[in-house]
């Protein structure tokens, strides 16, 4: 039998951003991940946030299943050595291989392809085709204003109330686990 119980999704920036906290997170994150024999999902790169997460995963000894489509695999250096390294040819089919093989999702900070991802996760969980955990990690603040702004859309009455509770966040990587641990152990 596999080690691997659990996989999670990482969406995260294709840069390390300004401050070393992010790096450092994303380092830290996937060690966690390793640690609890969860395995990584992304996508691929070995750029940015997303190599330092599959670098640190890998260097504890955990496994890595990484999606890229082929116009990306030379701009976010296609990271070849991971468990599983699977090459689509849309956007679209790196996202959908990348969900369908998590069984939550977890969002590190990062740009507008993050929130793409993001928001699309989020609005499937809306429309009730999954119900996987989604947990923003929020380093230093930094997802605080997406957090105000999902409140606004409830508040300004263009979402239930319910669209706030299907977004976990987490101050620390340390929470990060332990939501991701509730997460699997309420859905099995
Ligand atoms: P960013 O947060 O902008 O640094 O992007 C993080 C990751 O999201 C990168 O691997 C991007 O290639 C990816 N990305 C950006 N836009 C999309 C999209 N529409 N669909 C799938 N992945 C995307």
Redesign the pocket.
């Known amino acids: 039998m596999s080690r691997t119980r659990h996989s999670v999704c990482v969406?995260?920036?294709?840069?390390v951003g300004a401050r070393p906290a992010y790096p450092e997170a994303a380092r830290a994150t996937g060690s966690m991940l390793a640690a609890n024999g969860w395995r990584l999902v992304y996508?691929a790169?070995d750029v940015?946030l997303?190599g330092e997460v599959a670098r640190a995963a890998q260097s504890a000894g955990g496994e890595t299943f990484g999606v890229i489509p082929t116009h990306?695999l030379s701009l976010?250096v296609g990271k070849r050595d991971l468990s599983t390294f699977v090459v689509t040819e849309t956007?679209?089919e790196?996202?959908k291989v990348m969900f369908m093989n998590a069984d939550a999702v977890v969002v590190l900070p990062?740009?507008?392809?993050?929130?793409?991802?993001f928001f699309e996760v989020l609005t499937w969980r809306q429309l009730g085709l999954h119900a996987k955990p989604i947990v923003l990690l929020n380093t230093q603040g930094y997802w605080d204003r997406l957090v105000a702004l999902i409140d606004a859309i409830v508040d300004e009455g263009f979402a239930d109330a319910s669209l706030r509770g299907f977004v976990e966040v987490a101050s620390t990587v340390e929470a990060l686990e332990a939501v991701l641990r509730r997460g699997f152990a309420t859905r099995g």
């Not at 969406?11 to 840069?15: A, D, K, L």
């Not at 990062?110 to 991802?117: K, R």
């Open positions: 969406y995260c920036g294709s840069r996508g790169g940015g997303m990306l976010e956007m679209h790196r996202k990062g740009g507008g392809g993050s929130l793409d991802e």
